[in-house]
T-cell receptor, first 112, second 113 residues
C-alpha cells in the first residue's frame, strides 16, 4: 500500500514550457486535490476532483489544468509555465469531503 | 473573512522539554480542526482531527485542545524528541463542499540536543 505517490519529485522548466505532474493513490479514494505551497503561505488549493471524470477549480486555478480519467490518478498540467508557478506541489486524496486527507511527498518545480 | 493564524512562527526547544503551539481561527461554519506535521521535504501527515464537540485529543506525545467558543486550538508536545523537528500546520474545515479547508502557515519547531 503506497498511499499517495507523485512524479516527478523535482523539475526545472523554462518559461513557456509545458509539463504534467502525475498523482496516483491506491486507497480507492473518491476525492483528490492539488495544492501548492509557497514560503510564508499556507497550502492553497489549485483544483480538486470529487470522482472519476470530474474536476473543479480551487482557490488558485489560473494557469493550470487537471484531468481525472481514472479514479486512482489525478493529473496537473501547466500549459505555459511562468516563474510565478515556481512552488512545491502536493497532491492529496480523501474518502469524502470531510475526512482525513492523505498527502503525497510533493514535487518541487522551478520555472526560470 | 475565513482565516487561520498560528503562533509562534518558529520555536527552538531543548530535547526532552515540552512546548505548546497555538492556532486561532475565524472560519465558519466550523466542521473540524486538524493538526498536521510536515517534515522537511515531505508532505503533511495528520496528527489529530477534532470536531466541535471534542475539546481534547491525543496521539502519543501530541495532545491537541480545542475551544470552539473562543475559536482557539493548541498542540502540546510532551518530552520532545529530535524527530519532532518539523512544521506543524493547523487546518480548519467548514461544513460544506470539497473546497473547504483553510490552512495556517505553520509553526516551524526545531528540537536541539
Amino acid at each position: 500500500n503506497a498511499g499517495v505517490t507523485q512524479t516527478p519529485k523535482f523539475r526545472v522548466l523554462k518559461t513557456g514550457q509545458s509539463m504534467t505532474l502525475l498523482c496516483a493513490q491506491d486507497m480507492n479514494h473518491e476525492y483528490m486535490y492539488w495544492y501548492r505551497q509557497d514560503p510564508g503561505m499556507g497550502l492553497r488549493l489549485i483544483h480538486y476532483s470529487v470522482g472519476e471524470g470530474t474536476t473543479a477549480k480551487g482557490e488558485v486555478p489560473d494557469g493550470y489544468n487537471v484531468s481525472r480519467l481514472k479514479k486512482q490518478n489525478f493529473l496537473l498540467g501547466l500549459e505555459s509555465a511562468a516563474p510565478s508557478q515556481t512552488s512545491v506541489y502536493f497532491c492529496a486524496s480523501s474518502y469524502s469531503d470531510n475526512t482525513e486527507q492523505y498527502f503525497g511527498p510533493g514535487t518541487r518545480l522551478t520555472v526560470t | 473573512k475565513n482565516q487561520v493564524e498560528q503562533s509562534p512562527q518558529s520555536l527552538i526547544i531543548l530535547e526532552g522539554k515540552n512546548c505548546t503551539l497555538q492556532c486561532n481561527y475565524t472560519v465558519s461554519p466550523f466542521s473540524n480542526l486538524r493538526w498536521y506535521k510536515q517534515d522537511t521535504g515531505r508532505g503533511p501527515v495528520s496528527l489529530t482531527i477534532m470536531t466541535f464537540s471534542e475539546n481534547t485529543k491525543s496521539n502519543g506525545r501530541y495532545t491537541a485542545t480545542l475551544d470552539a467558543d473562543t475559536k482557539q486550538s493548541s498542540l502540546h508536545i510532551t518530552a520532545s524528541q529530535l524527530s519532532d523537528s518539523a512544521s506543524y500546520i493547523c487546518v480548519v474545515s467548514v461544513i460544506t463542499g470539497a473546497n473547504n479547508l483553510f490552512f495556517g502557515t505553520g509553526t516551524r519547531l526545531t528540537v536541539i540536543p
